[in-house]
């Protein structure tokens, strides 16, 4: 069963480049077919999609944020991660990592990470 | 504002049955899925692709798609099912992906 773990500082300083990773566990992150994906949850609000890669490199990003996101892949690891450039207070959101199927479902998610940008 | 459009709160009485929609144009096209996120958890795939649930979802969570809008169906839902519940699927332009802006399900 694959599982996702999301890692990185929980504080960020305002204009700082936010750096995540995400380790996936039980299953390898070249299997075809899935994207792996970044999803923020600002406090108390909804869901907003980031962006995802495939293993191959290939990514795809939200619009909104695709001048200030980059995410990246290290097959040898197992691992993606995610740099958000630029940030301010209206970054600071839990972060989660997931799967994305080519059927647009997500699933497993990771168990989400707080990260604060504040001086 | 999102491109799938969900009712920001719903409430059902306990064993009764409750539709929670989601509205987009992108959903002529494609399928919605369902997720159901508890307070301080991570959400949680119950619905995706035309009607299927992922191993461990009870059977009294169902969805259907008729034009532009999906439902999530939950026949007879329980006190633990109370919830913030969001559809995501594909934008308009087909590219991207997106959520509804969620639902809070309160069961009386």
């Known amino acids: 069963q694959v599982q996702l773990q999301e890692s990185g500082p929980g504080l960020v300083k305002p204009s700082q480049t936010l750096s995540l990773t995400c380790t996936v566990s039980?299953?390898?992150?070249?299997?075809?077919?899935?994207?792996w994906s970044w999803i923020r949850q600002h406090p108390g609000k909804g869901l907003e999609w980031i962006g995802y890669?495939?293993?191959?490199?290939?990514?795809y990003y939200n619009p909104s944020l695709k001048s200030r996101v980059t995410i990246s892949v290290d097959t040898s690891k197992n691992q993606f991660s995610l740099k958000l450039s630029s940030v301010t207070a209206a970054d600071t959101a839990v972060y989660y990592c997931?799967?994305?199927?080519?059927?647009?479902?997500?699933?497993?998610w990771g168990q989400g990470t707080l990260v604060t940008v504040s001086s | 504002s999102s491109e799938l459009t969900q009712d920001p709160a719903v409430s059902v009485a306990l064993g009764q049955t409750v539709r929670i929609t989601c509205q987009g144009d992108s959903l002529r096209s494609y399928y919605a899925s369902w997720y159901q996120q508890k307070p301080g958890q991570a959400p949680v795939l119950v619905i995706y692709g035309k009607n299927n649930r992922p191993s461990g979802i009870p059977d009294r969570f169902s969805g259907s798609s008729s034009g532009n809008t999906a439902s999530l169906t939950i026949t007879g839902p329980q006190a633990e099912d109370e919830a913030d519940y969001y559809c995501?699927?594909?934008?308009?332009?087909?590219?991207?992906?997106?959520f509804g802006g969620g639902t809070k399900l309160t069961v009386l």
């Open positions: 039980g299953g390898s992150i070249t299997s075809g077919g899935y994207y």
């Open positions: 890669i495939y293993y191959s490199g290939s990514t």
């Open positions: 995501n699927s594909r934008d308009s332009s087909g590219n991207h992906l997106v």
């Open positions: 997931a799967r994305k199927s080519s059927g647009d479902w997500v699933d497993p």
